[in-house]
């Protein structure tokens, strides 16, 4: 029986053989699982716009593009299965947005030489260009983002925290941790103290413990890494403790529409990072609607349209095009490989001019791609939650990181890294 | 009164809210081993099952729309009506109660008389099928439960403890209600065993199938009876979570916390459920409060167990388990 | 036809009693293990090693150590995935302390790690029983997971708590890291597997299986005939995290390379390993293998055709292979309730009458 079923899945492997013929960008999304609420508007704007770019201009440079989707359900393993399956179909790039698939597939892309963008998330080192050849993670990170948090505070404070108190309200896990030592360099730097608040993975709607505790200590700002039904959980309770919302500040994974909704009235004031606009006020839209909402070749339900973490989805795809643009450019071919499209998101520059071609005046900061530099400009902005009119609003313009905390702690890791796995440093 | 006894006082009485709602769960699977000695491992799904299929007659989804969209190429999502929240409860209560027909029918029937362990397995078999049902019937997306339950920081509560002591303790209405709830399932339960004639079989049965079965009480309605019941505590259970967070896949996680509880209480007992539900949640509150910062915090999901741990040492069978009698 | 036990007669008491006593299954299972290590090495790709082969190998040795535990003992385990943490854990240290040594080496001192932390934890089982065991297993899942997520020197203080498996080397081949070789890492496995498969046959039909099996039927009566509990409950304890240290060691190390702990070794694998032994057949070394190719192979064999095949969204196809997953456990139970293992059996005595059954 074992032998049958594995003729059967061989058949199923060869049938979905290579096709070179098109730009390939698997699409590692989790429509099912626990966090689904957050990968299924994802996966919609990053299919939408590859769409889009099909059937308005029929491909990047005259070469279509193809999408390859591939359930993971933000499991590791398959992820693994979804990133072995889909390598080999010529994919140009991955973004699995799982922190665990991002790790897993890190040490791969050297040897199968096909780049990862983690935007926003992974591993925060990677923006080190010259130890992680394959991998990017522009425009910010999480380090940048804990930075432009306590800048953002600093601004609301008058530029004095000391003797404050930042609670960090995280998911305990890779991805919460993330933040930490940024957060604890930081705390020393301006005199606050800093409260950590674990919230265990398995049973993460259940945070009485944690917001009972901030109730107590009444810390001056909490700030939330938190992902999946973490969020309106914590959202929910700092509503019922009556926390003044707007010294609530969640990372822009924190940062969606599912998360405040459940809340009500209670989450207005909100606020979180953003590394792109919300809402769907941009010329792109049109497009959009005329080439694939029109035409009902949405991905998903059609539904998610203008969403924070659709809006997300298109940012992704939008810079994947982009990079593809600069590779044609750089090697003069339409037909690009993988090889070439990290070339081109090595010299990937994100202008204000260029985002307005494109439809997407103000989308996202600005920034450019180096041989050091993987990981951007590190901008980041505000975003606050209107209760009444259901909307996300920026309340500040891109603010730059604490570039000198930042780097250093980025040079620290990547250089163990590089240690542990015999890596030399390139761009010398 | 010093303040970190009344923060004490306040993390107590939070966790006894919290352990109303462990038992809530784990009331469900204590129903079903009593009476079929089945440890339903369905039971976390069946709640998230139950709430999305409240949300979805709420918001008049169309069942299935995905699939019927994909199949057909057509474009349809909602009926365009709104049911309101007791009309849509009682047609959940409805379909809960064809779930467990189908379950006996389908499942059950065909594995009278084996062993615990092949039900227990055949259970597996049943979340795996739930889970894939209600998303494929309901869509995988987050939904807003909102049956007006009231939510929040309850005034009455803080006004009065900061007059008594100067300081105000927290109890969320959400809790409150959650647990006036538990406690009227409770009574209901107890009666419905006690004095109903359909409640005096179900304990015949709990007590001896074969005895129950030579008087003339039909296991398969019985059954049918006792997965009903469990729907509709998985209800209520998916309710008071659902409105926490929203209607989501996390929500089939709840079972989770109730696995500790239910350890403790014994398996067997209505009375044991509730009464484990408020230790673990009383004790995993106050060591997290306690020792939870000198050690990183996150400690309740382990530190339930080990409390459940400490007592069956001493207490194999659990708090109010039946006497295990040994013979060979 | 083929598939007789006619001529095959036993001339002492060794060829009674050994594993496959009639002469086809023996051809078939030699002809098996020679093209498993002599032909597919040679044939395999990423694919089929890191998304089939690897997870199905390693699962199967998980599946035996919990089915020594579980299945031979009678003692219900829900700590496996912390368990598999313990080995991961273990032979990050080691192989990181010590990169000189042969992989190998760490992989079966990560193995006996696992098994002291193993005994540790089947404490409680002297006293414990049944689910209620569960408990203490449980305990064991969540605190390990907890401690190897908290404690810095467990993942050598890195800012995430995420192990990363450096390049090291086994006999000269490079059996980790991202540059080392499929077809290595399949041998690599797949000895294991061999060697463990045939450690666990031996042991289960040897006086400490016939202990174990004892306990698992009835504890008292096993006391009173002369089977020391202590020794029983906490020997299948340590054989068993001996087994599953060593699966999660190369769970880590050789199929994933990365492992976040709070998600990978999570209660849910420890959930799927239960059902993968109880699918298979709780007490049979055949069952281990069928249950974890079952849970391993299906789901993959299902994607592959709804997705692959039939084109149909990823979102629908994934609920409709969670639900046959689901459907196939109730099937499989209302044929046969004793687990796949027991199916195969039957399978096999009726293959030896046919054609004619009377």
């Known amino acids: 029986m074992k032998l049958k079923l594995a003729t059967y899945a061989l058949a199923a492997v060869m049938a979905a053989g290579p096709a070179m013929a098109d730009l390939v960008f698997p699409s590692l999304s989790y429509r099912t699982g626990p966090y689904a609420a957050g990968g299924i508007p994802f996966a919609d704007g990053y299919a939408d716009y590859f769409t889009m770019i099909n059937e308005r201009d029929g491909g990047v440079g005259g070469v279509p593009i193809k999408v390859i989707e591939c359930e993971t359900g933000y499991s590791t393993e398959k992820g693994v299965e979804c990133y072995e399956s889909t390598k080999g179909q010529g994919a140009l790039l991955y973004q699995p947005l799982s922190t665990g698939i991002t790790y897993n597939i890190i040490p791969k892309t050297g040897v199968d030489n096909i780049p990862v963008h983690s935007m926003g998330y992974g591993r925060t080192s990677a923006a080190n260009g010259k130890v992680f050849e394959w991998v990017f993670n522009y425009p910010t990170n999480y380090w940048n983002g804990a930075s432009v948090a306590v800048k953002h505070i600093l601004d609301q404070e008058g530029g004095d925290l000391n003797g404050k108190t930042i609670a960090l309200l995280f998911l305990n896990g890779a991805y919460g941790k993330e933040p930490i030592p940024t957060l604890n360099v930081l705390a020393e730097k301006h005199g606050f103290d800093l409260t950590l608040l674990p919230v265990e993975g398995a049973t993460m709607q259940d945070q009485k413990s944690q917001w009972l505790q901030i109730r107590r200590e009444k810390p001056d700002y909490v700030l939330m890494w938190g992902w999946g039904a973490m969020n309106p959980a914590a959202i929910q309770e700092a509503a019922n403790i009556r926390y003044p919302m707007d010294h609530f500040i969640g990372v822009w994974w924190s940062a969606s529409e599912n998360d405040v909704l459940p809340a009500g009235d209670g989450a207005n004031g909100y606020k979180a990072l953003a590394i792109h606009a919300p809402g769907n006020n941009f010329p792109l839209y049109d497009d959009l609607k005329a080439n694939v909402y029109d035409k009902g070749m949405t991905a998903g339900a059609g539904d998610q349209s203008g969403t924070v973490l659709y809006n997300r989805g298109l940012y992704a795809a939008m810079l994947a095009v982009e990079a593809v643009k600069t590779a044609q450019g750089i090697h003069g071919v339409g037909q690009i ?37 993987h990981g951007g400009n590190g901008l980041a902005a505000v975003q606050q939650w209107d209760a009444a009119s259901k909307t996300w609003s920026l309340v500040t313009d891109y603010i730059s990181p604490d570039s000198d905390v930042v780097n250093a702690l980025i040079a620290a890791d990547s250089a163990a890294f590089a240690a542990e796995n015999n890596i030399s440093e390139r761009c010398n | 009164m010093p303040e970190q006894l009344l923060f004490a006082m306040e993390v107590i009485l939070n966790g006894l809210m919290a352990g109303v709602l462990y038992s809530l769960v784990a009331l469900g699977f204590v129903l079903i081993f009593k ?86 397995m055949a259970t597996i ?17 987050i939904k807003i439960l909102d049956v007006g339950l009231p939510q929040g920081v309850s005034d009455i509560v803080e006004t009065t403890t900061f007059g008594w002591f ?42 001896d199938h074969q005895a129950a079965l030579s008087v003339g009480i039909s296991l398969r309605f019985i059954w049918v009876l006792v997965w009903s019941i469990a729907g509709i505590v998985a209800l209520v259970a998916g309710m008071m979570w659902g409105a926490k967070s929203g209607v989501q896949f996390s929500l089939s996680l709840i079972a989770l916390k109730a696995l500790p509880v239910l350890i403790l209480g014994g398996f067997t007992s209505i009375p044991g459920a509730i009464i484990g539900g408020l230790i673990i949640g009383v004790g995993e509150k106050l060591f997290e409060f306690s020792i939870g910062p000198l050690i990183g915090g996150a400690t309740e999901n382990w530190f339930a167990y080990v409390l459940a741990l400490l007592f069956l040492v001493f207490r194999p069978q659990g708090l109010f388990g039946e006497k295990i009698i040994e013979r060979v | 036809m083929i598939y007789r036990e006619a001529g095959d007669f036993s001339a002492s008491y060794k060829e009674d009693s050994q594993t496959f006593p009639i002469r086809f299954d023996r051809i078939a299972f030699y002809a098996f293990v020679v093209v498993a290590f002599l032909v597919v090495p040679f044939f395999i790709n990423d694919y089929w090693a890191n998304a089939v082969l690897l997870p199905f190998l390693i699962y199967a040795i998980a599946a035996l150590g919990l089915n020594i535990l579980t299945g031979y003992t009678g003692l219900v385990s829900l700590g496996s995935g912390g368990f598999m943490a313990v080995g991961a854990f273990a032979s990050y240290k080691l192989m990181t302390s010590f990169p000189d040594v042969n992989f190998a080496v760490h992989i079966l001192l990560a193995g006996f790690i696992t098994a002291g932390v193993g005994v540790l934890f089947g404490l409680p089982s002297l006293r414990i029983k ?38 090291r080397t086994s006999f000269g081949f490079e059996v980790t890291g991202p540059a080392a070789s499929v077809s290595v890492k399949y041998v690599f496995c797949l000895s294991f597997v061999v060697v463990l498969a045939l450690i666990a046959r031996n042991l289960t039909r040897g006086s400490v299986g016939r202990k174990w099996m004892a306990i698992r039927d009835m504890d008292i009566a096993a006391e009173i005939i002369g089977v020391n509990p202590l020794t029983a409950k906490l020997s299948a304890f340590a054989v068993s995290s001996f087994f599953i240290g060593i699966s999660g060691a190369l769970f880590f190390s050789v199929y994933l390379g990365a492992v976040e702990v709070a998600d990978t070794f999570s209660i849910q694998k420890s959930f799927l390993l239960l059902f993968m032994v109880i699918i298979g057949g709780l007490g049979s070394i055949f069952g281990s293998f069928a249950g974890a190719a079952f849970l391993v192979l299906f789901p993959v064999l299902m994607k592959n055709v709804l997705t692959g095949w039939w084109g149909w969204p990823t979102d629908l196809a994934t609920h409709v292979e969670v639900m046959s997953v689901g459907l196939l456990i109730v099937v499989f139970l209302i044929m046969e309730p004793h687990g796949m293992a027991r199916l195969w059996q039957i399978a096999k005595e009726k293959l030896r009458l046919w054609p004619f059954p009377h």
């Not at chain 1, 090889?339 to 989308?363: I, Y």
């Not at chain 2, 409240?54 to 009926?79: D, K, R, W």
């Not at chain 2, 047609?91 to 615990?116: G, S």
């Not at chain 2, 078999?125 to 997306?141: K, N, R, V």
Request: charged fraction near 10%; charge should be negative; glycine fraction near 10%.
């Open chain 1, 337 to 373: 490989d993988a090889a070439m499209m990290r070339d081109g998101m090595e010299a990937l520059e994100m202008s204000s001019d260029k985002m307005a071609a494109l439809g997407l005046p103000g989308f996202g900061p600005e920034f450019s791609v180096s041989c050091e530099n």
């Open chain 2, 35 to 120: 009476a079929s000695g089945i440890f339903n491992y369905a039971q976390g799904v069946m709640a998230l099952f139950a709430a999305l299929t409240l949300v979805g007659i709420m918001e008049g989804q169309v069942p299935f729309s995905h699939l019927i969209n994909a199949v057909f190429g057509t474009n349809i999502h909602e009926f365009g009506w709104q049911v309101p929240a007791v009309l849509a409860i009682i047609l959940t209560i409805a379909v809960m109660v064809l779930l467990a027909i189908a379950v006996e029918r389908f499942v059950l029937k065909h594995l009278v008389n084996q062993p615990e362990i092949i039900l227990f």
């Open chain 2, 125 to 141: 078999g049943l979340a795996f099928i739930l889970e894939g049902f209600g998303d494929l019937m309901w869509g995988s997306e």
């Open chain 2, 166 to 207: 100067g300081y105000g303790f927290f109890i969320d209405k959400l809790d409150m209600v959650a647990a006036v709830i538990a406690v009227l399932l409770v009574i209901l339960l107890t009666i419905f065993f006690k004095y109903t004639k359909q409640g005096r079989a179900l304990r015949a049965v709990a007590d």
């Open chain 3, 130 to 167: 049944g689910f209620y065991l569960a408990v203490a297993t449980l305990a064991a899942q969540f605190f390990l997971v907890w401690l190897f997520n908290k404690v810095g020197w467990f993942f050598n203080y890195s800012p995430t708590g995420i192990i990363n498996a450096p390049p």
